[in-house]
């Protein structure tokens, strides 16, 4: 059984390793290509005519395996480009900013993402992206999503089920509310960020493996389970990975998901729950055991998808219990257990598919840990505190996209201004890093240009 186990997924580390390779080593083709793929403008799948953010058509869309279409054949190759300008209210350390840039006011090339994004045979399909990060210098494997689903009837309602591969607890999802694609999905990696995230909110992104299946029934009750492992060291380096300090599964981590949802009329409604279980070796030192992080999340969503009005609501809640004996033991906690909360209320709304503004509100609070959360510079805890709060202010103009759209569906942009602020940082407000630093310093501007095509 083990062997058997080893060679499953030798055999899917080989199908990622070998599309990421396709993907670097093609050329770029114009597209989008889920758009040019089937025949719909990038409004139909996505609120405010680019991504994330899914609509009804775009759930669906990815439910039944990115497999639909209906328009162009060609190769389902994509380009994508992020660059940005950034400023924060106070210089940042001159320590904490990669060579060749100012400890403020930031212009950059943040990414080029090169997509593998379409069907790949009758019943499935894939995404697939490559990203070159331009204030890091280098090429990583990003997001992967393979998937393949069919339709059956159950109880006389349609039934849609799927097997599914990826590399990141919540890609696969089909909702904004979740980590992986949740708002804002673009920023800058200039801004400083709070010491403290659970497991689930890009802990393992990019380290692991999942295989799982999901289900929708009815149009109504959506269900999934999957099993993490993490990446064995020398594939994760090869496919771009730091692999420094992160944790490394022990066995596997499964993870589950189950939502509601109903649309009556021009209103769509979801609620749901979504959550993680891992025993870990803490920065891959297995000498004193491990950790267990154990992470459950709810959310809901609320959306209005009108012919010209289109406004969504989403909240999502993560409680994470921590059993840190292994951290302990090696001295990198004060404390044997722990608990770490995030809560996100956000609101968008857009115009005609073009004009868009949204709000955010977030906050995280927990234990109190000063072996966790140490005093530093910039990113440090002065009263070991992981507690953080603020907003995030967002307007967007998005001038392709739309079926009327110049060169659609080839050409897509998005310019954007950004506006994050903190109320609470690592535990402060005044002097929250121990050398002088308030949180409102960390107030950050970002303006993006970004472009797909």
Do not use: C
């Given at each position: 059984m083990a062997r058997t186990k080893g060679i499953l997924g030798g055999g899917l580390l080989v199908l990622i390793y070998l599309v990421a390779v396709v993907v670097s080593a093609s050329p770029a083709h114009a597209m989008p290509s889920f758009a040019r793929q089937t025949g719909q403008p990038c409004a139909a799948c996505h609120v405010g005519a680019f991504g994330p953010q899914l609509t009804d058509f775009g759930r669906d869309f990815k439910l039944n395996g990115y497999a639909w279409g209906g328009g162009s054949s060609l190769p389902p190759?994509?380009?994508?480009?992020?660059?940005?300008?950034?400023?924060?209210?106070?210089?940042?350390?001159?320590?904490?900013?990669?060579?060749?840039?100012?400890?403020?006011?930031?212009?950059?090339?943040?990414?080029?993402?090169?997509?593998?994004?379409?069907?790949?045979?009758?019943?499935?399909?894939?995404?697939?992206?490559g990203t070159y990060d331009g204030v890091a210098g280098r090429?990583?494997?990003?997001?992967?999503?393979?998937?393949?689903?069919?339709?059956?009837?159950?109880?006389?309602?349609?039934?849609?089920?799927g097997l599914n591969i990826n590399n990141s607890p919540t890609v696969q999802d089909l909702w904004h509310t979740t980590p992986a694609w949740g708002h804002p999905l673009f920023g800058t990696p200039f801004m400083p960020s709070p010491a403290a995230a659970t497991l689930i909110d890009g802990g393992l992104e990019q380290q692991v493996i999942g295989t799982g299946a999901y289900a929708q029934w009815n149009n109504l009750l959506y269900g999934e389970f999957a099993l993490y492992q993490?990446?064995?060291?020398?594939?994760?380096?090869?496919?771009?990975?730091?692999?420094?300090?992160?944790?490394?599964?022990?066995?596997?981590?499964?993870?589950?998901?189950?939502?509601?949802?109903?649309?009556?009329?021009?209103?769509?409604?979801?609620?749901?729950?979504?959550?993680?279980a891992a025993s870990v070796y803490p920065g891959r030192d297995r000498t004193q055991g491990t950790d267990h992080l154990t992470d459950v999340a709810v959310d809901a969503t609320y959306q209005y998808l009108g012919?010209?009005?289109?406004?969504?609501?989403?909240?999502?809640?993560?409680?994470?219990?921590?059993?840190?004996?292994?951290?302990?033991?090696?001295?990198?906690?004060?404390?044997?257990?722990?608990?770490?909360?995030?809560?996100?209320?956000?609101?968008?709304?857009?115009?005609?598919?073009?004009?868009?503004?949204?709000?955010?509100?977030?906050?995280?609070?927990?234990s109190s840990d000063t072996g966790l959360y140490q005093p530093g510079e910039l990113e440090g805890s002065a009263n070991g505190s992981p507690n953080s709060s603020g907003y995030v202010l967002q307007?967007?103009?998005?001038?392709?996209?739309?079926?009327?759209?110049?060169?659609?569906?080839?050409?897509?942009?998005?310019?954007?201004?950004?506006?994050?602020?903190?109320?609470?940082?690592?535990?402060?407000?005044?002097?929250?890093?121990?050398?002088?630093?308030?949180?409102?310093?960390?107030?950050?501007?970002?303006?993006?240009?970004?472009?797909?095509?």
């Open positions: 190759l994509s380009l994508m480009l992020q660059t940005g300008f950034t400023h924060t209210d106070k210089k940042v350390p001159a320590g904490a900013v990669q060579p060749g840039f100012s400890a403020n006011d930031n212009a950059s090339v943040n990414e080029l993402g090169l997509f593998y994004a379409g069907r790949i045979f009758s019943k499935g399909g894939a995404f697939v992206q090429w990583a494997i990003d997001n992967v999503d393979v998937r393949a689903a069919d339709s059956f009837t159950l109880f006389g309602a349609p039934l849609v089920a993490t990446l064995p060291g020398h594939w994760q380096k090869g496919l771009g990975v730091d692999i420094e300090g992160e944790n490394q599964i022990s066995g596997v981590a499964p993870y589950w998901r189950l939502a509601l949802q109903r649309k009556i009329d021009q209103h769509y409604f979801s609620v749901g729950t979504f959550g993680l012919d010209r009005h289109r406004a969504t609501f989403n909240l999502a809640y993560i409680h994470e219990d921590q059993s840190l004996g292994a951290s302990f033991a090696l001295g990198n906690s004060a404390n044997r257990s722990n608990t770490l909360n995030t809560f996100k209320a956000t609101g968008t709304y857009h115009l005609d598919n073009t004009y868009g503004g949204s709000v955010q509100f977030f906050r995280s609070w927990g307007l967007d103009w998005t001038p392709f996209g739309k079926a009327d759209s110049y060169w659609s569906p080839w050409l897509n942009a998005r310019f954007a201004l950004q506006y994050t602020g903190y109320f609470q940082f690592n535990g402060g407000t005044h002097n929250y890093d121990g050398f002088g630093r308030n949180a409102s310093d960390n107030n950050t501007l970002f303006l993006l240009a970004w472009f797909a095509l």
